[in-house]
């Protein structure tokens, strides 16, 4: 098992600033992902995060817009780069746990409102 | 076709009920497949991995068909702490076979 904090947890931002958000991990990591929810509609992968090197985005997502960093095995930034309402969400950090077959734990969120 | 579709539900049952819930997928190379929970306004957590042979955890019970690319979840006597979403995942392949890929859930409330 593995606890994942994250934070904010919620925040409220007006258009064209920044958010990071940041995510811990306290157990042993082989990956870390970063997800977006929007309401009613399923996880959506935005990128994996990569110790020491670039992400790797998903189609439709790029790194001007969401920079990640990974400084460690255990922890991951993601920032939201002027900010519109469309990008009103939740944003979920995710791991895989090392000698883990497939289960992803998640954080608990941060919920992002754009005004 | 969407990479992984559930029932659109939402499911409104009464306590004790059995439900089942139905997923397809449209990557015939997937590898893993996955029943991960969602309660409200909370993270998703992984409630049982689905095994070709079928596989059974208490209440719930998960199979996969792969020939027809179709997963199922039934739960039996249900409970009120059985509400929640209900995400069906799979898993990519090649170089994407680390990633997970949600369904878009199904709901399930159950009523007292």
């Known amino acids: 098992s593995a606890v994942i904090s994250q934070k904010p947890s919620r925040d409220i931002c007006q258009r064209g600033t920044s958010l990071t958000i940041q995510c811990q991990v306290d157990?042993?990591?082989?990956?870390m992902f970063w997800y977006r929810q929007q309401p009613g509609q399923s996880l959506t992968l935005i990128a994996t995060?990569?110790?020491?090197?670039?992400?790797?985005?998903e189609s439709g997502f790029v790194i001007d817009k969401f920079p990640i960093s990974r400084p460690n095995l255990t922890f991951s930034t993601l920032t939201v780069s002027n900010m519109s309402p469309e990008d009103s969400s939740i944003y979920l950090c995710?791991?895989?746990?090392?000698?883990?077959?497939?289960?992803?734990?998640f954080g608990e969120g941060s919920r992002l409102t754009v005004l | 076709r969407k990479e992984v579709e559930q029932d659109p539900g939402p499911f409104n049952v009464p306590e004790g009920a059995t439900v089942a819930f139905n997923c397809t997928y449209s990557?015939?190379?997937?590898?893993?497949f996955f029943w991960y929970r969602q309660d409200c306004r909370k993270e998703p957590k992984l409630l049982m991995s689905?095994?070709?042979s079928g596989n059974e955890d208490g209440r719930f019970t998960a199979q996969l068909n792969r020939a027809s690319q179709y997963i199922s979840l039934l739960i039996r006597d249900s409970k009120l702490s059985d509400s929640a979403t209900y995400l069906c995942?799979?898993?990519?392949?090649?170089?994407?076979?680390?990633?997970?890929?949600f369904g878009k859930g199904t709901k399930l409330s159950v009523i007292p």
């Open positions: 995710s791991a895989r746990l090392a000698g883990n077959t497939g289960e992803l734990f």
């Open positions: 157990s042993q990591v082989t990956m």
């Open positions: 995060a990569n110790q020491g090197s670039e992400a790797t985005y």
């Open positions: 990557n015939s190379a997937s590898q893993s």
């Open positions: 689905v095994y070709s």
């Open positions: 995942v799979v898993t990519g392949t090649g170089a994407g076979s680390y990633q997970l890929t």
